[in-house]
């Protein structure tokens, strides 16, 4: 009885290309598993010292504990965390002719960028369960119901998926490592712009305004509602609709970057 193999069609082919280049990156963590734990810890060490540093000095109004206020906002916070490493690999994979070797090969194009989507969020959603676990160390506790924690940590990873995807553009755009220091200076102001550690009503009024509508403060807004614990009500429609923000933000960027992402990979040899 003889038996013949099933090609696989144009999605299924994408799908399985995707996984061998997430596979791949796994590979590479084991390898240099230092640089993964220094990537889960940076943002621990940022939360234990903005709650005990800064945290004593800082009131929430209308009252509650600062630490139930900064968790949430840190958790946004970190979805922009650790975007140099996705760069810097695609940039190191263009430099050394990786890229290049796999356009050449008879797989899904958009394979090799959903691989490295993939492999980040696999990264991202060991850190948010470190992150979660940091802050109940400190005293962070949340009021909200199962299902509302599991929308809350859906909407961090969507955001998330979000700025991986524009990392992966701006890799693509820079070309060369050193080049990605000079593009994250410009990504850290917009993720500290944000809600995170106070309110946009403290800030200068442009700067709140701003703060007001980073996706970054939509998505603290919408885990610290979700999650039960208090915030600051400025009483502007971003803030008052930060759950609807946190879930139409990030699928806005997607809408953007994945194209160009998309696009601008496709154009890399020419």
Do not use: C
């Not at 994250?184 to 509508?213: E, K, R």
Request: glycine share 10%.
């Amino acid at each position: 009885m003889s038996t013949r193999t099933v090609p696989l069609g144009r999605g299924q082919r994408a799908v399985a290309d995707a996984v061998t280049m997430t596979r791949r990156g796994v590979a590479h963590w084991g390898r240099q598993p230092g640089t993964m734990v220094v990537g889960l810890l940076f943002p621990v060490m940022m939360m234990v010292m903005f709650a005990y540093f800064i945290g004593g000095g800082m009131a929430v109004e209308g009252g509650g504990d600062y630490t139930d206020f900064l968790v949430p906002g840190m958790l946004a916070l970190t979805m922009a965390f650790g975007l140099e490493a996705t760069m810097v690999a695609i940039t190191q994979d263009i430099e050394r002719g990786v890229l290049d070797r796999f356009r050449s090969m008879p797989i899904a194009p958009s394979s090799v960028l959903v691989g490295r989507s993939l492999l980040d969020m696999i990264n991202s959603a060991v850190g948010l369960l470190v992150m979660l676990g940091a802050g109940w160390a400190i005293g962070w506790r949340w009021n909200g119901t199962a299902t509302e924690a599991l929308a809350t940590i859906g909407l961090l990873l969507l955001l998330r998926f979000a700025m991986l995807w524009v990392a992966i553009y701006l890799g693509l755009v820079a070309r060369k490592p050193e080049m990605v220091q000079a593009v994250q200076i410009l990504v850290w102001p917009v993720a500290f712009m944000s809600n995170a550690f106070t309110s946009p009503d403290t800030m200068p009024d442009w700067m709140g305004a701003m703060a007001d509508w980073n996706p970054m403060s939509a998505t603290a807004g919408a885990v610290r509602e979700l999650f039960g614990n208090p915030g600051w009500e400025s009483g502007t429609w971003a803030a008052d609709h930060t759950i609807a923000l946190a879930a139409a933000s990030p699928l806005l960027l997607l809408a953007i970057f994945v194209p160009l992402a998309l696009h601008r990979y496709a154009r890399l040899g020419s």
